[in-house]
């Protein structure tokens, strides 16, 4: 049985860090690639990154360019989110889920993503 969990998320004031994990059991994390997204109240779902399956390949969303970092542990089957200079706007509920493929593409927002985890929320304080 699949399970994915994320994990990590809080409330932090603007201008502040945070660290997102995703563990992954059950799943052939080592040969998926792996990607975070994003939601809050009222906004559409929001793709904010993707990595491939060495890790060596990462593709972030112009509004956390620069600011969030993604990593792939394929010995502990985790996944990471590094989100630094956090605003406001950041605000939302985080979830990581498993690409049927091995890469991220520039369309990968528009792919297909399986086995979701529960998400964990980020609030950010003005």
């Known amino acids: 049985q699949v399970q994915v969990v994320e994990s990590g998320g809080g409330l932090v004031q603007t201008g502040g860090s945070l660290r997102l994990s995703c563990t992954a059991s059950g799943l052939d994390f080592d040969l998926r690639a792996m990607g975070w997204f994003r939601q809050s109240p009222g906004k559409e779902r929001e793709a904010i990154s993707c990595?491939?399956?060495?890790?060596?390949?990462?593709y972030f969303a112009s509004s956390v360019r620069g600011r969030f970092s993604i990593s792939k542990d394929n010995v502990n089957d985790t996944l990471y989110l590094q989100m630094n200079t956090l605003k406001p706007d950041d605000t939302a509920m985080y979830y990581c889920?498993?690409?049927?493929?091995?890469?991220?593409?520039?369309?990968?927002?528009?792919?297909?993503?399986?086995?979701w985890g529960q998400g964990t929320q980020v609030t950010v304080s003005s």
């Open positions: 990595i491939s399956w060495t890790g060596h390949n990462k």
């Open positions: 889920a498993a690409l049927l493929d091995k890469y991220c593409v520039e369309s990968w927002p528009n792919r297909r993503f399986t086995d």
